[in-house]
């Protein structure tokens, strides 16, 4: 859903797929990805805000999810939040790319 709603503002959320590619007019000095193990409670945490706020005005989140499908994500996502343990079964990457002209 944060995909969606990211593209219909107009941006990308995982551009660095995009920059992967050649951009004419620059070269690419540095591509490197690193991958970060976070604690479940902690990315749920980051999510669970959006789905107080945003989810419920942005047009594009309204029309894929009914109200009770956001309650109950909002809920899943909070009962995560308070089971602040250390499990991680969430792996991001972050990448680093350096561009020159």
């Not at 980051?46 to 005005?57: G, R």
């Not at 894929?64 to 309650?71: A, E, F, G, N, V």
């Amino acid at each position: 859903m944060n995909n969606a709603l990211i593209r219909s503002q107009g941006a990308e959320l995982y551009v660095g797929k995009i920059l992967d590619e050649s951009i004419p007019g620059f070269e690419i000095i540095l591509n490197k990805s690193d991958k970060i193990p976070v604690h479940n409670w902690l990315a749920a945490e980051w999510f669970y805000h959006n789905t107080k706020s945003i989810w419920n005005t942005e047009e594009v989140v309204l029309r894929s999810l009914t109200l009770d499908q956001r309650r109950q994500i909002s809920d899943e996502l909070l009962g995560i939040c308070r089971n602040k343990n250390n499990q991680s079964n969430i792996t991001w990457k972050m990448k680093r790319i350096i561009l020159t002209t």
